[in-house]
């Protein structure tokens, strides 16, 4: 008999050839908003796009186009803000800031205070002019616009440039602990401050302040590879500092393809092993802001000369009557290019760069160039035919999400499945994948999706920061206890010990002996469930929620950021994380890195 199938092993499903739909995209040489057809070519999906200035370009946006496709299923309503603060001009998106036509509300707005910064990353996604810093009277009209149109916020993140280097650093702390309305703060930091200052690690680790790390693993070669600088003693040092203070803290991990992807390892490690560090938030490489310019061999620059094919993970063209240049391969090239993309230096024939990445192939492709053979094998001959460069991978490959939840398996001992994986149902597929583990023992954690009803699980996660932090929500992760104690995830091999987790869990949250509101039509439980007659959320506490939920479930989320290549406007209308800015506007993070941040 043969062996089981590894049930976590992707299944491709061939999508057929054709045009998906169309969409606004951005044009990688400018950046302006043009129009752009979503094409699926051998299972992959593309955007062709075309530039009134700039031509047509063609770039890849997904490398497995039946998991794009299926992503689509976990799409739900969304929740639109209490109010809008601009009008919608007609123009979308220049009202950006919302304006009504947004379609979704601010799960987590992202305070940028400062430009100034001590370190130079070649892979940040903005450009830092150490120019300006936020004022405190600034902030708090920020505070006040975001309480006005979102009523209550989960989490509040100050970044930059590095925000511990703001002179009123420790008074915008202050300024959003009494804020009622905010239930946490975080800072995203690059650790070298804190390292460096013991007094202001205390200040954050008392106030129970998120200390959003940048970590991109322990190997010192790639570390300075994307940040400029070896800092891997600096951050092992400061995650022992705040550890030993107990302080509340997430890793932020840059995945960038044949840099850093086997060093996911420690992050995963560091997250299951050390109890204060809440969750890690994996973001594969976006090339944009100062990382337009980066290249995974490291010369930091771009040496793309003819920028058609906009930097897409395979270099794709437009090549216009490609079958002519097919017809012209000599007999010694003809079969080198064949759909695998694993074209390595051996075609020579007109490439005078050898794979150096300035081969893009915008229209000029020759009679004896060898690449347009993918050309006839993709679109037989067609006259709209998409020439992928595979010489282009090793520079500036993309890595999307599902093969970030396959990677994080990998190097994760045994510890996560791919298929733990969600998209956050609020925001569009494309741009969250995320995943909860309830500690069920020490060291010892399982997956939350697989113990509730797919529907139940979505409902849970949808629309918030924090897992729980609202009564409306917290009453379905109740009912959803009932699932596990009743329904047919009761029969899990660990229902048992996940049941008696999450019953701990609710009764730390609750603040009293007992938690859960037990549905009128529900069976009697046993006597080891006792159930609580509020009947609703009369014991209910934000604050205590998030401080019994947070050392109990780990979280793991996937953020893809949009950048030139791969802008998408239908994504931007769902956006709920925001920049909040100086002149009033909230304007979804990708909208602004990719078209208006200079």
């Known amino acids: 008999m043969n062996a089981p199938e590894n049930v976590n092993k992707k299944i491709s499903k061939k999508v057929p050839d054709g045009q998906l739909t169309v969409t606004t995209s951005a044009c990688p040489e400018c950046r302006k908003t043009v129009p752009a057809k979503v094409l699926v070519r051998n299972n992959k999906v593309y955007f062709e796009k075309s530039c009134v200035e700039h ?42 800031g919302f304006c009504p036509e947004h379609e979704q509300h601010v799960c987590m707005p992202v305070v940028e205070i400062t430009d100034h910064c001590d370190m130079a990353c070649p892979v940040c996604l903005v450009r830092n002019h150490q120019r300006w810093h936020m004022t405190l009277d600034e902030f708090k ?41 905010i239930l946490r703060a975080s800072v995203s930091t690059n650790g070298l401050r804190l390292q ?5 690690l205390r200040f ?38 705040i550890c030993e203070m107990n302080a509340s803290c997430s890793l932020t991990f840059t995945l960038t393809p044949d840099v850093n992807e086997a060093f996911l390892e420690s992050a995963i490690e560091l997250l299951f092993t050390k109890p204060n560090i809440l969750s890690l938030m994996v973001q594969p490489v976006a090339y944009c802001g100062t990382g337009s310019t980066f290249n995974v061999k490291g010369s930091g620059k771009d040496n793309r000369k003819a920028r058609g094919v906009g930097g897409a993970s395979e270099n794709v063209s437009t090549s216009v009557g490609a ?36 081969n893009t192939n915008t229209n000029t492709c020759s009679g004896a160039n060898a690449n347009t ?52 149902p609020c925001s569009h597929p494309g741009c969250f994948s995320l995943s909860f583990f309830l500690k069920v023992g020490e060291g010892e954690y399982l997956s939350i999706k697989h113990f509730f009803e797919p529907e139940t699980y979505l409902n849970i996660i949808k629309n918030r920061a924090l897992f729980g932090t609202d009564p409306d929500n917290f009453q379905k992760i109740e009912e959803a206890v009932y699932q596990l104690w009743s329904g047919p995830c009761a029969l899990a091999p660990d229902s048992e010990r996940a049941l008696k987790a999450v019953k701990t869990l609710l009764k ?47 979280s793991i989320f996937i953020h893809g950021f949009m950048d030139p290549d791969t802008f998408d406007l239908s994504r931007a209308r769902k956006c709920c994380q925001v920049y909040p800015l100086r002149d009033g506007r909230f304007m979804p993070i990708c909208v602004y890195n990719v078209l208006e941040r200079k």
């Open 204 to 241: 954050l680790a008392e106030r129970n302040v998120v200390i959003s790390l940048q970590y991109d693993g322990d190997n010192p070669e790639s570390v300075e590879r994307l940040r400029g600088r070896n800092t891997t003693e600096i951050k092992n040092s400061l995650i022992q500092q």
């Open 508 to 554: 730390k949250a609750q603040g009293t002996a007992a938690s859960m509101a037990r549905p009128a039509a529900s069976p009697k439980p046993s006597s080891s469930m006792q159930v609580s007659k509020s009947g609703g959320d009369s014991c209910f506490n934000p604050a205590t929620a998030i401080n019994a939920a947070e050392r109990d479930i780990k």
């Open 196 to 200: 460096q200052d013991a007094n202001l």
């Open 373 to 424: 053979s993918l050309s006839a094998n993709v679109n037989a001959g067609a006259s709209a035919s998409v020439n992928v460069n595979a010489s282009d991978k090793g520079e500036r490959r993309k890595i999307f999400i599902p093969e970030v939840t396959r990677l994080v398996e990998k190097y994760s001992k045994n510890r996560v499945k791919a298929n733990d994986f969600s998209p956050l």
């Open 55 to 96: 031509g047509v370009s063609t770039v890849l946006v997904a490398d497995e186009a039946d998991q794009y496709l299926d992503a689509f299923n976990f799409h739900r309503k969304a929740t639109v803000p209490l109010a809008f603060k601009r009008p919608f001009t007609g123009l979308c998106p220049e009202s950006c």
């Open 141 to 181: 009209k920020i505070l006040d616009r975001l309480i006005e149109t979102e009523e209550s916020i989960d989490v509040l993140n100050l970044s930059g440039g590095e925000p511990t280097l703001h002179p009123q650093f420790t008074e915008f702390i202050e300024e959003i602990l009494r804020r009622k309305e």
């Open 323 to 358: 079958s002519a240049g097919v017809n012209a391969i000599t007999g010694s090239n003809a079969n080198t290019n064949t759909n695998t993309n694993t074209n390595t230096n051996t075609n020579t024939n007109t490439n005078t760069n050898t794979n150096t990445n300035t």
